[in-house]
T-cell receptor, first 114, second 113 residues
Framework: GAGVSQSPSNKVTEKGKDVELRCDPI?????LYWYRQSLGQGLEFLIY????????KSGLPSDRFSAERTGGSVSTLTIQRTQQEDSAVYLC????????????FGPGTRLLVL | RKEVEQDPGPFNVPEGATVAFNCTYS??????FFWYRQDCRKEPKLLMS???SGNEDGRFTAQLNRASQYISLLIRDSKLSDSATYLC??????????????FGKGTLLTVNP
């Protein structure tokens, strides 16, 4: 079956611009997660959605980062006024439910801020 | 202490070798444990979950020691296709918060012909 998809696969932007990253989870998965992987760093948790609600936004690094999920499906991660340190691979994952279930990752969006 | 620490690697082994990865975690409330593998410029993929009783999947054996907060992965008869980065992953908490994955930085394995 179809896995998690993300778009765009690559994004190059100029410092100060806003970007939107999209995630399409596996159909029927109620839980959706965003992670970030910076060069030389491990993956770090950003935000968790259960349905359309985000009970845990604790990993968002600043108020320039926001995310929403509509219809219990597609999610968008928005970064406003991008900075060079935002350059990373942004990975989305989904799971059937939120508690200890296997998380399946999408291919990621590689963001480069010039 | 880092939340999840792994052998720094890299590991370079010949085909057919047995290789072991070790990992320690700091949060005693962690409930779920996994090994993921990540190929170069690809997303992480679940290799196996890790259970207290230990579990085996073909050439791969995972062990968990909750008292020592230690996880291991053993790969026997390594293949060229095992070359990847192996990520030790634990969840942050228990019950309703058992969703937040914390990743180690990974250990790069290269299996040589």
């Amino acid at each position: 079956g179809a896995g998690v998809s993300q778009s765009p696969s690559n994004k190059v932007t100029e410092k100060g611009k806003d970007v939107e990253l999209r995630c399409d989870p596996i159909s029927g998965h109620t839980a959706l997660y965003w992670y970030r992987q910076s060069l030389g760093q491990g993956l770090e948790f950003l935000i968790y959605f259960q349905g359309n609600s985000a009970p845990d936004k604790s990993g968002l690094p600043s108020d320039r980062f926001s995310a929403e999920r509509t219809g219990g499906s597609v999610s968008t991660l928005t970064i406003q006024r991008t900075q060079q340190e935002d350059s990373a691979v942004y990975l989305c994952a989904s799971s059937r439910s939120g508690s200890g279930e296997t998380q399946y990752f999408g291919p990621g969006t590689r963001l480069l801020v010039l | 202490r880092k939340e999840v620490e792994q052998d720094p690697g890299p590991f370079n082994v010949p085909e057919g070798a047995t290789v072991a990865f070790n990992c320690t975690y700091s949060n005693s409330a962690s409930q779920s444990f996994f090994w993921y593998r990540q190929d170069c410029r690809k997303e992480p993929k679940l290799l196996m979950s890790v259970y207290s009783s230990g579990n085996e999947d073909g050439r791969f054996t995972a062990q968990l020691n909750r008292a020592s907060q230690y996880i291991s992965l053993l790969i026997r008869d390594s293949k060229l296709s095992d070359s990847a980065t192996y990520l030790c992953v634990v969840t942050q908490g228990s019950g309703g918060s058992n969703y937040k994955l914390t990743f180690g930085k990974g250990t790069l394995l290269t299996v040589n012909p």
